[in-house]
């Protein structure tokens, strides 16, 4: 799933983002659906994971992608460039749940303030 953030950011981590309300919405969406569907395979059978790929707007009003930044303390993947996201919980009826609680927890974006394409 691609997921598009519209709306003003609740959280401080993402008070650089401003309202995506002029993008062409319904653009987007008909080039989105265009593209050929495929679902990915993983070495890892017995887990799930999702990621969020937020467009959101830079300080400068242009089109941006966000991207997250791994602590240089982790285990693994230490200092990596990523979007934010991550392995399901139980909880989690379905991949888009999955990357929209991964967003929340790791920038703060809350779930009202995502529109999923």
């Known amino acids: 799933s691609i997921v598009l953030r519209f709306g003003s950011a ?5 008070h650089a983002l401003s309202s995506l ?3 062409p919405q319904e653009h987007l969406k008909c080039r989105l659906a265009a593209l050929p569907r495929r679902r990915l395979r993983s070495a890892f059978t017995d887990r799930s994971a999702a990621v969020l790929v937020p467009l959101c ?3 400068e009003g ?9 602590s240089g303390g982790l285990r693994a993947h230490a200092g990596e460039i990523c979007f934010p996201g991550g ?6 009826a379905t991949a888009v749940d999955t990357a929209l609680r991964e967003a929340r927890e790791e920038v703060g974006l809350q779930t009202s303030d995502v529109q999923v394409l």
């Open 57 to 59: 707007m830079d300080f």
């Open 10 to 14: 609740r959280s401080a981590s993402s």
């Open 21 to 23: 309300n002029a993008w």
């Open 62 to 70: 242009r089109p941006a992608v966000l991207f997250c930044v791994r």
């Open 87 to 92: 392995k399901s919980d139980e909880g989690d």
